[in-house]
DNA sequence: CAGAAAATGATATATTATAACACTTCATCA
DNA sequence: TGATGAAGTGTTATAATATATCATTTTCTG
């Protein structure tokens, strides 16, 4: 079994700071500022292994001193986003960091319902079904969502 | 190409009427009350070939003449996505007529950004993938979303 | 019919998200 | 290099989505 989920050890801190150094790249790549508050509410996301809602994150940037307003959470979710730097999880209305930015690609997210931990996986095998059934009915896609809740293996089995 | 979304020509009317049949067989298996409300919300969400959000609902019904509040819309739908009667769309905060109330099933939504109009859709080699996948990582599946937005064949082509 | 359970009504409020306009920062190029 | 415009952020207000709570009504069951 592959370790979806991270495992106890792994060092999380420097996961923050790969991904953080990775961001910077796709932005220079696009022409696009990382700018202090975006780079704020990324990192904050990344420090999370749940999906984090922006109103969570409003009270973190708060909490470290800024006063800070829903659009300007907004606003970031919105930039990082775009850039694929994070994804929204719609059905929870909550955000999670994205560890492929550099790549087009289809995303399954799987939610713990139990510990509400996020892990992002790609499965080749459903996005070519999903393409597949999308060209048999003439539909052209433009983005897909694919939430898979349920229980991780740690919470399934302690 | 099969006919996802619904051709000129189709009886409309005949499917809410089917839908309605059907959902009446569910609750009675199951024991569960088909109300003059949940009725109604049922209804309404199969008139429609959109994604209804509640608060839509909400006015629909206050347009019938009924004074209803936003709990009692919620409520029905409760009901009726727990029955699998309708299903919530989760990226767009709206419910959509579930064809396939007897079977258990993971529906795919196919939602045009253009017209708006929504198909559900079944796809084993895709519900296998996320099944498989899932087994892969040790996860135990509660419940799946998949979205998937784009145009349908008519907005493509005219 | 009495009593319990289920459903709905009604009020209030929580949560999520955006519109609109003012102000600041930053890139750029004359 | 500093005027200018574009991009980003601040601020206020409000829209859109959703739920908690308690009262009342309806339905089921004995």
């Known amino acids: 079994m592959s370790d979806l989920f991270p495992k106890k050890g792994h060092d999380h801190d420097r996961c923050v700071h790969s991904a953080l150094a990775q961001a ?4 220079d790549a696009e022409n ?7 780079r704020k509410v990324f990192t904050l996301i990344w420090q999370s292994h749940k999906a984090v ?16 307003q829903p659009p300007t959470v907004y606003r970031a979710l919105e930039f990082l986003t775009e850039l694929g730097l994070v994804h929204r ?4 209305n909550a955000y999670f960091g994205c560890d ?4 087009e690609h289809l995303g ?5 319902t139990d510990c509400g931990r996020v892990a992002e996986a790609v499965n080749e ?11 048999g009915v003439g539909f052209t896609i ?17």
Chains 1, 2 share one sequence.
């Open 32 to 38: 696009a500022r990382f700018t202090d508050m975006r």
């Open 24 to 27: 910077e790249k796709v932005c």
């Open 142 to 158: 433009q983005a897909t969502t694919v939430e898979i809740k349920g229980l991780c293996h740690d919470c399934a089995t302690h």
């Open 108 to 112: 399954q997210y799987f939610i713990c």
């Open 100 to 103: 492929r930015p550099d790549c």
């Open 53 to 68: 809602t922006a109103y969570e994150l409003l009270d973190a940037l708060t909490a470290e001193g800024q006063r800070v």
């Open 89 to 92: 999880i719609e059905s929870l």
């Open 125 to 135: 095998e459903m996005s070519n079904a999903v393409r597949k059934a999308a060209i």
